[in-house]
């Protein structure tokens, strides 16, 4: 007996959507459905990012600061900053962050030097940096960890922005969704797809973790 030999099993939206669908049974209407379960997904994975962070959809940017800006706004696919760190001479410094009520609190916003704080505005359509103090030159770098948006379910024929790990919870997650909205679809079967969906995605939620050790230390600072 021999196996495949492949490892670069996925779907496409198409096929996301015609499993979740089996799963509901009954008729269905081909010429509805399709858009509203791209609607449905998107949802879903707006969701997810609700839930927590996604590794996945973790990325290392950085920007050089200018002299005298205190203020950066980020690209809108950025939802939140949350970790950094400033790059001066080639050494990393880490940067602690701060709540926007801290900042406003703070008496002298207009103070220079080495940036060893920041706080995040996090606004309608993108999110804002506030560094403090606030930058001595134009050559340090801001380096940051961000979450950013996963990209949007349009197209039928392209994949999903997500790792094949969590292919199950969003098609279980889709079966759920759409039997809300379906008519006439048992209330024991949307409870069922319901407990299965959110089992998936614990499990998945799980496994997509860091492995590192934890470790707690105080951190002592004087500011």
């Known amino acids: 007996m021999t196996t495949s030999g492949t490892t670069a099993f996925n779907m496409d939206i198409d096929e996301i959507i015609d499993e979740a ?3 509901i049974g009954g008729e269905s209407d081909l010429g509805k459905e399709p858009r509203s379960a791209r ?13 927590g962070i996604l590794l ?3 990325l290392l940017s950085s920007e050089t600061v200018s002299d005298g800006v205190a203020t950066y706004d980020m690209d809108p696919s950025v939802v939140d900053v949350i970790e950094a760190t400033i790059r001066r001479d080639g050494n990393d410094i880490e940067m602690s962050r701060m709540s926007m009520e801290e900042y406003e609190e703070r008496p002298n916003k207009s103070s220079s030097g080495r940036p060893i704080q920041y706080a995040v505005h996090r606004k309608r359509d993108n999110i804002t940096v506030y560094l403090w103090p ?11 960890w ?20 969590f292919l199950p919870c969003l098609v279980y997650g889709l079966a759920y969704y759409m039997a809300i909205k379906r008519p006439g679809v048992d209330p024991t079967r949307i409870v069922f797809l319901k407990q299965v969906y959110e089992e998936a995605l614990m499990n998945a939620l799980e496994e997509d973790r860091e492995r590192a050790p934890f470790r707690a230390v105080p951190r002592l600072r004087v500011v």
Do not use: C, E, G
Not at 39 to 51: G, K, P
Not at 153 to 165: E, G, H, L, Q, W
């Open 39 to 51: 609607r449905s997904l998107n949802f879903i994975m707006t969701d997810w990012q609700n839930r």
């Open 56 to 58: 996945w959809k973790t």
């Open 21 to 23: 669908l089996d799963m």
């Open 134 to 144: 606030v930058p001595d030159n134009s050559t340090d770098i801001f380096r940051y």
């Open 146 to 165: 961000h979450v950013s948006r996963y990209q949007d379910f349009t197209k039928s024929v392209d994949t999903a922005d997500i790792p094949y790990r």
